[in-house]
C-alpha cells in the first residue's frame, strides 16, 4: 500500500509543478518499470493530498484482488487477497464507474476502475479530503493512465505477473498462460469480446487467441490432447504454427492447413480447433472446425448451436482436407465458442445454456465469469479437463471515414 508519506524514489519524478496528464506518464515512463505505478500515487498525493492510495489487481482466473505492494518491497504487502465477487469492488468492475463513499473520518474513499480497452486490470484505491466533480474526473484520468503504463511495463517486468497469482503456478500452467494473449478482453466499435480458461488440475492443453489486423478479426479456440506438460507443449506447437501463417496473411483455411502440417511434421499429438475470420465491415465469418464443439449463437433470445460441418482434428494423418464455411453475423449477435471442458464429464451438470440466456444483457467479461463459475460449481472446484470460453458480441460493421463522407 502506498502512504502519505514520501520515499526518495519519488523525488525526481514529482518535484515542482503539480504534473498535468502528458507529464504524468512522461514521468512514469522515466521510472524504472517496476515503480511508475509508485509515480500515479505520488501525483495524487502531491495533487489531492490523497491517502491510502492502492492499486488492487485482479488475479488470473478472476476470482480475487490482489494489493499492489511499494516499489522495493518483496512481492505484495502482505494482506491477504480479497474475494471479488459479491464485494464493492466487484460492483465497480462490473458497473466500470467509479464509487465515492465517506471512509468514517471525515474524508471519501474513492474506488475506481483500472481498464484498458475492456480488459478490467483492477481498481485504484484512494482516500480524499476533498472529493469535488474535478477532483473525481481527475482521478478518473489518473486511472485511465494507470491502465497504459501497466499495460507498457508489463513488457519490462514480472511485477504485474507476480501480482495477479494468487497459487502456485505449475510448468505445463506457466507454459499454457505464457500462450494466450495478454488481454482476455477487448472492445471496439464493431465488436466486444472476451475470454476465459480455467485451468484443470492437470492441464488439459486449451488456448484462445484472437488480433485484428486492418479489417480482419481473427479468432480461435483450440484444445489439445492429452494433459499436463505434453499437452502444453503440443498447444505451444499448435499456436505457433497458427500465428506464423496469421502474421503471413493466411486465411483460416490456409492457417489450418499450416497447423495440420505442423503437428504432422513435429509431432504424434492431436488438437481440436475452430478458427474465425471476421470482417469488420460486413460482418460475415469465414471459419475451419477442426473436430471442435459446435459453437452457440444468441440471437433475440434464443440461444441455439451452429451447426458447422466438422473436419477432423489437426494432427489426424488422413487423405481429406479442410473447409471453409461462413456464418453472417448480425448487430446484436453473441457467438460463445466452448472446449469440451465446459461440456464433458462434471462439466455437463451445468445448465450453460440458462446461463447464457440470464447473463445476456451483461458484458462479455462477466458472461464469460459466470459461465467459467458454473462449471467449476458443477464440478464442485475440481476440473478433470480445462474449461475454456470465449464470447464475441457482434454490434454491427462500420464504414470507414471516407466512405461516409
Known sequence: ????????????????????????????????????????????????????????FVDLIGQRLVRLAAAGADGTDGAEPIELQGSLYDSVLRSQRQHVEPDGQGGRRVITPVTNRGDCLGVLEV????????VLRQVRDAAHALAYIIVTDGRFTDLYHLGRRTTKTSLAAEIQHQLLPSAPCCEAVQFTLAAGLV?????????YDYTLDGDTLHLSITDAMGHDTNSALLATLLVGALRQARRSGC????????AHQALLSHSRGLATGQLLCVDLETGLCELVNAGHPWPLRLREGTVEEVK????????????????????QLRPGDRLILLTDGMLERGAAAADL?????????????????????????????????????????????????????
Open 1 to 56: 500500500m502506498w502512504g502519505r508519506s514520501c520515499g526518495s524514489r519519488w523525488e525526481v519524478a514529482v518535484e515542482g509543478a503539480d504534473l498535468e496528464l502528458g507529464e504524468l506518464l512522461a514521468a512514469a515512463e522515466a521510472a524504472p518499470p517496476g515503480e511508475s505505478v509508485d509515480v500515479v500515487a505520488r501525483d495524487l498525493q502531491k495533487r489531492f493530498g490523497a491517502e491510502r492510495v492502492s492499486f488492487l
Open 127 to 134: 482516500t480524499l479530503q476533498c472529493a469535488d466533480d474535478t
Open 199 to 207: 485451468p484443470a488440475d492437470d492441464i488439459g492443453g486449451d488456448t
Open 251 to 258: 486465411d483460416a483455411l490456409k492457417q489450418a492447413d499450416h
Open 308 to 327: 458447422l460441418a466438422v473436419n477432423l482434428p489437426f494432427g489426424v494423418a488422413a487423405p481429406s482436407s479442410y473447409r471453409l464455411q461462413q456464418l
Open 353 to 405: 445454456t440458462s446461463v447464457m440466456h440470464d447473463t445476456r444483457e451483461l458484458h462479455p467479461r462477466e458472461a464469460v465469469r459466470a459461465l467459467t463459475a458454473a462449471v467449476l460449481d458443477a464440478c464442485h472446484g475440481s476440473l478433470r479437463d480445462d474449461a475454456t470460453v470465449l464470447i464475441l458480441d457482434w454490434h454491427g460493421g462500420q464504414r470507414r471515414p471516407a466512405e461516409q463522407a
